[in-house]
């Protein structure tokens, strides 16, 4: 009951939490995909170099949330920027690794085939290699946006807003009505993403084994026929 | 088809243009009103600065300040944010600006503390401290009434005596470190040997002890839940703890830039009673009301239009 009188009462004010957090995981997101999808394309190319950034990367990764929020308080000051910043920093990680492992492991036999049939760089790259590696680099997106929603969470303790304020506040005092509707949402949160981002996984996976149902020519399907 | 692409792709860059602009004229717009009195108010967090910190927004308000409020801050983030000017404005407490940012000896006497931490921070930090309140909110130590009646404790002496029984909760993570807390006991009182020490958010101490899952815990003299009957505070026979008068610190680039701050928060701190406040933090931790309410309510009740 209480739970429900919460809502009736708060719910102005969770939403607008909620929509922070959903803006501050998008923003990360679209900035740790912007760089990671160009620079793993690159890296997935040499693969020493792909080593040693990845390698890196894993490093900052290991570094706990809650002190690099902290660490970068006084360079980035508090608020959102800085919840982005390692926001995206740590879904870096997590695409980066993704991307170069998704280029890699498309079959060298197909990308001959294509250039034999004269596709040039660009057209291997957006006709062939991306509906391919489409699934896998879904999933790694996918992995990516939970662990950005979780993090998000921690970062309302450098004022960055978020579903992690009604948690914080919850836990402070012992509010248990607040705590649970944290949960919750970020629970809902979470398992939305991870629903959608699945329902594209197998979508994309289906025309990359060319199940599509639409009646559209699958040319990397055709070449991988002919490559075998 | 080729021309449907083409245009496709015009609207889109129109569309770009259209967002760029806009933004360029909120920007301006935003800087044009440069009349506006900006401050930043800063909280720790916990009822009692939560509640605080909104009736100096709410009076800075009231006299034309467009007013951030930033909460729930960990106090390392919380130093280093006014420092940079992340923020502006908080309440902060006489020792522990003393002890956790100045890192001197605790000062026992309340005015000399006062005196000191006013002149170190302008002279190391150039941030000033305003009025103190009479809101003392020092440390105690409270253990569980079944503990305290089945050892007979009512002094720290005695908990210290009975520490091998005891199975102490730790509120945050550096009771050992900061000097003092723990190494301020152990000062007094000699060596503390607990059964166990474990560590949780210091939010969680009190239901830890009142659901028997400890014994003895550090809380603050104002927290509202000391009111409990199955919580007693120990009496500090040897006076290990200084004073932490409340008062509010803020910038001085802030303050120069508007002098008549120092006389509207002057306003509320100085009608703040230590009973009022408690009941106040009360509201928040016990009856599960928002901060931003109580205040509010409290602020119209006493200080609005007066």
């Not at chain 1, 995206?88 to 079959?107: H, K």
């Not at chain 2, 007013?67 to 992340?86: M, P, Q, R, S």
């Not at chain 2, 009111?227 to 040897?238: A, I, W």
Request: net charge neutral; hydrophobic share 45%.
């Amino acid at each position: 009951m209480e739970f429900v009188t919460f809502f009736l009462k708060q719910h102005n004010r969770m939403f607008a939490l909620l929509g922070q957090h959903m803006a501050i995981v998008a923003l990360s997101l679209s900035i740790a995909a912007c760089i990671a999808l160009p620079l793993g394309y690159f890296l997935s190319r040499t693969r020493w170099i792909s080593v040693a950034v990845i390698g890196a990367f894993s490093t900052i990764y290991a570094i706990p949330s809650i002190a690099l929020l902290v660490l970068l308080v006084p360079v980035t000051g508090l608020g959102m920027r800085t919840a982005v910043v390692v926001i995206s920093i740590y879904a870096q990680f997590i695409l980066l690794r993704n991307v170069v492992i998704s280029f890699q492991t498309v079959d060298p036999a197909v990308l001959e085939a294509s250039r034999g049939m004269g596709l040039s760089a660009l057209e291997i790259l957006l006709r062939i290699e991306l509906p391919l590696t489409a699934p896998s680099l879904i999933s790694g997106f996918r992995v990516a946006t939970l662990s950005s929603i979780s993090v998000a969470t921690i970062a309302a303790t450098i004022n960055s807003g978020g579903i992690g304020i009604l948690m914080l506040e919850g836990v402070r005092n012992l509010h248990m009505v607040k705590l649970v509707w944290g949960i919750l949402l970020a629970s809902a949160l979470s398992l939305t993403a991870n629903q959608l981002l699945t329902r594209a996984e197998t979508r994309f996976s289906d025309r990359a084994r060319g199940l599509d149902r639409r009646k559209q020519k699958n040319v990397s399907q055709e070449i991988y026929d002919a490559s075998l | 088809m080729k021309k449907d692409f083409g245009n496709a792709h015009a609207g889109h860059i129109f569309a770009v243009a259209a967002v760029l602009l806009f933004a360029v004229f909120v920007n301006t717009a935003g800087a044009a009103d440069g009349s506006a009195k900006k401050i930043t108010v800063g909280s720790k967090g916990f009822a009692e600065n939560n509640i605080i910190a909104k009736l100096y927004q709410y009076a800075l308000e009231e006299n034309g300040f467009t007013v951030e409020f930033v909460t729930n801050l960990d106090n390392a983030v919380l130093y280093a944010a006014i420092e940079k000017g992340d923020i502006d404005l908080y309440p902060e407490y006489t020792n522990t600006g003393i002890t956790n940012v100045l890192k001197i000896t605790p000062i026992y006497d309340p005015d000399e503390a006062y005196r000191v931490v006013k002149e170190q921070y302008k002279e190391k930090l150039d941030i000033v401290w305003l009025q103190p309140s009479t809101i003392n909110n020092t440390y105690c130590l409270v253990v569980a009434r079944s503990a305290a009646d089945k050892l007979g404790l009512v002094d720290i002496a005695d908990a210290q005596k009975h520490a091998k029984q005891l199975r102490a909760v730790q509120g945050g993570s550096n009771w050992r470190e900061r000097a003092d807390h723990l190494p301020a006991m152990e000062k007094g009182y000699g060596a503390f040997e607990f059964k166990d020490r474990k560590i949780y958010d210091s939010g969680l101490k009190y239901s830890i002890l009142l659901a028997g899952q400890g014994d003895l815990t550090m809380g603050y003299t104002t927290d509202p839940q000391l009111e409990n009957p199955n919580l007693v505070t120990l009496t500090d026979s040897r006076q290990i703890w200084p004073p932490y008068y409340l008062a509010p610190i803020i910038r001085q680039d802030k303050l120069t830039q508007y002098p008549e701050i120092e006389g509207i928060v002057n306003r509320i701190t100085s009608q703040l009673q230590t009973k009022t406040v408690i009941g106040l933090s009360a509201d928040v931790v016990l009856r599960h009301e928002e901060y931003e309410d109580v205040a509010k309510d409290f602020y119209e009740k006493t200080f609005a239009g007066k």
